[in-house]
């Protein structure tokens, strides 16, 4: 119930009070039919005058009833379609609200698989309709006739334990398997180019088919045992069957039994049995739904790491300050990342981080959008400590260029757009120009309607940080984090870039991560990291002086047979102008 009442939309929570008042009304319904069957026998064979009004006012009953009951009644419809926006809404907060360490580690195709089965899973109406009706049967007829809806029911109950518990392994194997043939298939989908890359198409195909044979294997397994447990279960209910038809045969024939209560009693029997022989026994209902709601309640029971503070506040952003106060971070408690790590970026200054791979640069970033909670020390924003106010107010006040940049598979003026989803066309044209891309747009065939591909593979790699760096610009944050924003840029455009970059972080707060000399010359002070700790600090002039271990190694000279290449002799020529201005 927690994860299925939304507590702050009143439009769900009255779908699903009116969704529970529907399935209560058919139920009700259920019982109505085969009794207002009987009516309809009894004033019909009464005295031979069909078209007397009580036998018409009882067939038109008859029919609004037989209307509203079953899988098509209008009931049923009214309750799927009330019902559709809150099984959406079950799983679709909960995933987005899970952290960056459980979407990190997850595999979509299992995730998708797993929602797909579990909202499907509804088993109330199947278990009330059962106890209603040994209910009735006691109350319409006797007790002899409840006996036998009683025994026949408590018989097919046992059956149906014992076998279930027998094959739920064979069926929750087969859900494990499934979930990997899902999974399989999407992440090679999701990676092409590398298989292509290696020509390892038959090798995602052997292993794809393995996994599809494991499970076609598994499936037949458990096809198989629902077979005898649907056999079981129809030898059960005919016997109960039979039993009920020749008592009520001896008292029709005895003159205590009218032919309407037996036809009551028939339609009521085969309106209760009908879905165990139809739809594979309730089986089919009950225990593969429990099954098949395992995994996505494990979804449901999935903590959610970082959540905001019951009195979490609006951010107020003054001038932007950013502070580090004692960081210490580890992904894994056996691995450190950041030991130890304070300084503070003054509202509209800039720092530049650098260092080696792993050494702890982009975790910082992680932990100033907050995608984790520290282990120790505080991140404050204008002296706000992040933990204390919303996450969302949060985000929205940083904007990020990544180094490796994933698009939605739409067209780029969404993508861009994605930054301020309200902006208009103009405003986006103007970030695309201030990103140096809107040109290249227009060369498209389709302009901005140019369809980018599932991550933004039909583009190249400069021309997709070129739409992250429009998207950021759009977005106009107060604070700025870039995370080697021109790495897949070619020296001019970087040239022409890093002049609009600094042109949009110009009074803004900003962090760097990069390794080009020409991106961080310019930043008011930058920290040089290695292994998870700050090992020095100051601008660039005062690392130069010190002679440090930050000061770019020189390369080693080339074998003399080569000649040196004319346009990295140009590449440094260009990085040289750029330091020198």
């Not at 939304?6 to 058919?26: E, H, S, T």
């Not at 098509?72 to 987005?96: D, M």
Request: aromatic share 10%.
């Amino acid at each position: 119930m927690p994860f299925l009442w939304p507590k702050n939309d009143r439009k769900l929570q009255g779908m699903i009070v009116l969704c529970f008042v529907i399935l209560a009304a058919g139920r009700v319904v259920n019982i109505l039919v085969p009794r207002q069957y009987k009516a309809v026998v009894d004033s019909l064979g009464g005295d031979g005058n069909p078209a007397r009004p009580e036998a018409i006012i009882n067939v038109l009953w008859f029919v609004l009833f037989r209307f509203l009951q079953g899988n098509v009644g209008i009931l049923n419809t009214a309750q799927t379609f009330f019902w559709i926006p809150v099984g959406q809404y079950t799983t679709r907060e909960h995933l987005h609200a899970l952290s960056l360490r459980f979407h990190l580690a997850r595999k979509t195709g299992e995730i998708l698989r797993v929602q797909d089965r579990g909202v499907n899973s509804i088993i109330v109406p199947t278990l009330v309709d059962i106890a209603l009706a040994t209910i009735y049967f006691a109350w319409e007829f006797d007790l002899y006739f409840a006996s036998i809806v009683l025994i026949t029911m408590v018989s097919y109950i046992v059956v149906t334990v014992t076998l279930t518990d027998w094959r739920t392994k064979f069926r929750r194997r087969s859900n494990d398997l499934d979930n990997k043939v899902e999974a399989r298939s999407v992440d090679s989908l999701l990676n092409f180019e590398t298989v292509k890359y290696y020509g390892a198409e038959g090798w995602e195909q052997q292993r794809y088919g393995d996994a599809l044979r494991k499970y076609q294997k598994a499936n037949w397994i458990t096809s198989a045992s629902l077979n005898v447990l649907n056999t079981a279960q129809n030898v059960i209910i005919q016997m109960g069957l039979l039993v009920g038809c020749l008592v009520c045969a001896h008292r029709v024939l005895a003159g205590t039994m009218t032919v309407g209560a037996v036809v009551l009693y028939l339609t009521y029997i085969t309106q209760l049995y009908a879905p165990l022989n139809w739809f594979g026994t309730y089986y089919r209902v009950i225990q593969r739904n429990f099954v098949d709601m395992e995994n996505m309640l494990a979804l449901f029971t999935e903590h959610i790491e970082v959540q905001d503070a019951e009195d979490a506040k609006d951010l107020q952003i003054k001038n932007g300050t950013v502070s580090f106060s004692n960081i210490s971070f580890a992904y894994d408690p056996r691995q450190p990342v950041l030991r130890d790590i304070s300084f503070t970026i003054p509202g509209g200054s800039t720092v530049a981080i650098v260092g080696p791979s792993g050494g702890g640069k982009s975790t910082l970033f992680r932990l100033l959008f907050r995608f984790y909670d520290l282990q120790q020390g505080c991140i404050t924003v204008d002296g706000q400590d992040i933990r204390d106010v919303r996450q969302r107010q949060l985000r929205q006040a940083i904007g990020v260029v990544p180094q490796d940049t994933v698009l939605f598979n739409d067209d780029i003026l969404y993508n861009i757009r994605y930054g301020k989803v309200s902006a208009t066309d103009e405003e986006v044209y103007e970030a695309a120009k201030a990103a140096q891309i809107h040109d290249k747009i227009l060369h498209f065939p389709d302009g901005y309607g140019t369809k980018v591909g599932e991550r933004g593979l039909r583009l190249s790699g400069g021309e997709k940080q070129r739409v992250a760096i429009a998207r950021t610009i759009l977005k106009n944050p107060p604070i700025v984090l870039l995370d080697e924003a021109t790495s897949a840029l070619d020296t001019h455009t970087e040239r022409n870039i890093q002049s609009e970059l600094r042109t949009v972080t110009k009074n803004r707060t900003t962090m760097i991560i990069a390794h080009r000399l020409s991106t961080i010359v310019h930043a008011d002070l930058i920290l040089v990291m290695q292994e998870g700790q700050i090992v020095e600090r100051g601008s660039h002039a005062e690392l130069m002086r010190r002679g440090t271990r930050w000061r770019p190694m020189p390369p080693p000279p080339p074998p003399p047979h080569l000649l040196p290449n004319p346009r990295e002799v140009m590449e440094v020529m260009l990085k040289s102008l750029a330091i020198l201005e």
